[in-house]
């Protein structure tokens, strides 16, 4: 990881703590600083950081430097050093920190990934303000003999790793991207073969797949167990990093996600001869199963316009395709019917992208407009803070 640690020259005392996290860090973390724009930029092109971490607040060169770094895509997270104590702020407020706050501080500390503050009475500060409800202690080796400056350093270093486990979808490469996808694909068959060469030359460089994103962010969107079972089935070997261990920041008011089954009455009979009907192909369909999928649309539907619609919901939407026996002109009608049919051909076209789904399994053409792009931002930016 590397990090590049932002503070305006002039506070001795902000000096001396950046310097020790350099220091201690080091051992195990890239690390720089910087205390000027012009040495800031300098760092960025030269070190590439993962996160810049903004020190202290009222300043117009940490305004700039948040400013570029929103611009270069970099996470910040900012430690203000008992600057936002509300005695501080009331201090000249109407003359100098209300234009400030209005003009920047309020939101450098909204758009950090997190607040990382010194105390339990700064911490119950900074929740009274309300800016960010990330917020983590790191008690100050220097001023307190409670926590030592190795300790100090990992609590922080934990921080910064819990940043980079947070909206991880933005860190991941395209190979990773299309390597989730096709384990998905082989998860869902349970057999290698359904791999076209694209999906499966993923695999053969496997240097590229960045397997400590993957595998935490299939934990976060709540399928890892088909993406192992993937994993099991092109006889890879299963990744090192354990996921359940990698603790993230949730969006706020996240819901977890049901499945889109709990609220489907309608129950799979294929063994009623009654509800089959087998085509002069030989093919065999099942009512039952065409009405279930019809329901299983109009509750994706509905988790679509509460903007609730996630990547497990369409992993379930695309094992529904394989398994259960759909008929074609049947399912059709009904969404006709219910006013469905151009929704679900966009989830089709969802399903292809993301699970590698073929067309001889969509009772729907998939379509690829506007509003598909848009349902695709929904699944893609629900675990973002």
Known sequence: MRILHFHPDGNKTIAEYVALLCRVMGEYAEVAAANDIKSLTRQIKQKRPDIIHLHGCWTMQNAIAAMIAKRKLIRTVITPHGQLEPWIIRQHYIRKKLPRILLYQKTIVNRAYSVIVMGKMEEFHLKQLKWNPRIETAYNSIITDTITEEDMCRT??????????????????????????????????????????????????????EWDKLTAYVHQEGISDVVTKGIDVLELPQPDTAPTEKPFYHPKNLISPEPLSASISIKKDKGNSKDNKETACGNIFSYTDTLYFTEMMRNVRKLTSRRRLTLSHIVETADTLRTRAIDEGKAGEILRGKRLYKFTGRIMQLLADMTGLEEGFMPVPPINDRQTNRIKTIINKHLEI
């Open 156 to 209: 922080i270093y934990g921080i910064y790793d819990k940043v980079m486990n947070t909206d991880i979808l933005k860190l991941m490469n395209r190979e990773t991207i299309n390597a989730t996808s096709a384990l998905i694909k082989a998860g869902l068959t349970g057999n290698h073969l359904w791999l076209n060469d694209h999906e499966y030359g993923l695999f053969r460089t496997p240097n590229n797949i």
